[in-house]
């Protein structure tokens, strides 16, 4: 772990220099990168200091116990104590961040909100996972775009299409993405009965271009007039998209917008997760024993969590996790089961590493 940690330490005052270099001032696309890098690597360079601090008073405490006096050599002993909780619990915070991050992490996404079964009561509880995601998104101070937002007819939604712009926003909400399941008494209910309902949540990281590593000429797009909900201006224009992937038959499409060029880009962003899942899978096919995520691969079939309102509580079937302040999280308080997940993730990483 030392090794790695000096490793990183020669790198954060590689990259330090590198930011007082006029040359990469000027070019901000060069600035942006190395200042991301600087403030990632200073995390983990400032815990590597701290632990040879505690290092240092460790030896200090040791020779310390060697005194002839007796008062001198209790305080050492109490010391040493002291220092050596800290030093564990410090060693786990490094070796979490000593594990490699997800380079999608730090991408802007688009995120989706459907309705599935349960007719109107879908659509509104769609929108209850609306107010409690914008409530968590206000909060992180992330900026969001709508895209689509079709109403349900009995209040709620449909669907929501957004687009969120932030710091680490896919790798704080792409856990989310799956079937989310509610049981309680619907408003639309007359005899008081509690109804199972389920709204699909779709986390889509947002690539540039230059990322995505697909020929032109191994696409084919295809455009079409939109149907359904947007009003006549979609039905008069052919803003639909679909993209081909020839070489893996792999197709995604979209409506979502107005503007063809938006649709485009969601588009090609679904397909790139969509090549992506298929080498995963592939991947996987082929080592058995290859690590996989005890949270989910976040496909909107597995049904991740299922919110009861009579019994205020919310359970994640993924990491066997139950609350009894599901009033509380669906006022956005979502923070500490995002945390749980990704203590999950990383509890899985470093088993796998080990």
């Known amino acids: ?3 790695k940690l000096e490793d ?3 790198r954060f005052h590689h990259v330090e220099e590198r930011l007082s270099d006029p040359s990469i001032a000027s070019d901000q696309e060069a600035y942006v990168k190395y200042n991301k890098e600087y403030k990632d690597l200073k995390i983990v360079v400032d815990a590597y200091n701290e632990y ?3 290092l240092a008073g460790i030896e200090n405490a040791q020779e310390m116990l060697q005194d002839e006096d007796p008062e001198m050599k209790e305080m050492a002993k109490m010391e040493l104590e002291e220092l050596k909780v800290r030093k564990t619990e410090l060693e786990e915070k ?3 961040l000593l594990i490699p991050k997800d380079p999608e992490d730090e991408k802007d996404i688009i995120f989706e909100i459907r309705s599935g079964t349960g007719g109107d009561e879908a659509s509104i509880f769609a929108g209850d996972l609306y107010r409690m995601y914008s409530k968590f998104f206000d909060d992180n101070k992330w900026k969001v775009d709508i895209i689509r937002l079709n109403e349900g007819t009995s209040g709620g939604y449909k669907e929501i299409v957004l687009e969120v712009h932030g710091d680490n926003v896919y790798g704080r909400l792409k856990f989310e993405a799956g079937t989310h399941r509610v049981q309680r008494v619907p408003v639309t209910e007359t005899k008081g009965r ?3 309902s389920a709204a699909t949540v779709a986390v889509i990281p947002i690539v540039e271009e230059k990322e995505i590593n697909i020929r032109k000429d191994e696409l084919r797009m295809d455009v079409f007039r939109a149907s359904g909900a947007g009003g006549q201006h979609v039905n008069r224009t052919e803003s639909g998209v679909r ?3 020839i070489p893996t038959g792999v197709v995604a499409e979209s409506t979502d917008s107005r503007s063809q060029h938006k649709n485009r880009d969601i588009c090609m962003a679904k397909l790139y997760q969509r090549i ?7 991947a996987d096919a082929e080592q058995a024993s290859k690590r996989k995520s005890m949270v989910g691969s976040g496909d909107r079939s597995e049904k991740i969590r299922t919110y009861n309102f009579p019994q205020n509580r919310l359970t994640d079937h993924r990491i066997n996790l139950t609350l009894y302040n599901l009033d509380k999280v669906i006022e956005g308080d979502i923070g500490g089961i995002i945390d749980a997940l990704q ?3 990383n509890a899985e990483k470093m088993k796998s590493d080990g």
């Open 1 to 3: 772990m030392i090794d």
């Open 8 to 10: 990183i330490e020669n």
């Open 52 to 54: 040879k601090k505690l």
């Open 94 to 96: 490094i070796k979490l």
């Open 194 to 196: 509690v109804h199972t």
């Open 243 to 245: 993209l081909t992937h």
């Open 276 to 282: 992506q899942e298929a080498q995963r899978n592939r």
């Open 343 to 345: 203590i999950a993730e």
